[in-house]
């Protein structure tokens, strides 16, 4: 998979997992909380790609809408 210069990382889950915990992923975006280094970056609207066995978000600078720093 290519990954744009834009893309901060990645998230992937099992393609079999993913759909019984959060239904199939067709049509529906997903918001993320990620933590690094007490600061949370949150992602909304990401639309995840089926790759083989796999579902894989690409979290893109565009896709930030907000930072919270831990206290």
Known sequence: MQVDAD???QISYDYDEFCKDYGHPAGRMFTFEV??????????????????D??????????????????
């Not at 796999?54 to 206290?71: C, M, N, P, Y």
């Open 54 to 71: 796999e579902i894989i978000f690409s979290l893109d600078a565009s896709d930030l809408v907000q930072t919270r720093k831990g206290h």
């Open 35 to 52: 933590t690094h280094r007490a600061v949370t970056y949150v992602y909304a609207d990401v639309i995840g790609l089926v790759q083989g």
């Open 7 to 9: 893309c901060v990382g």
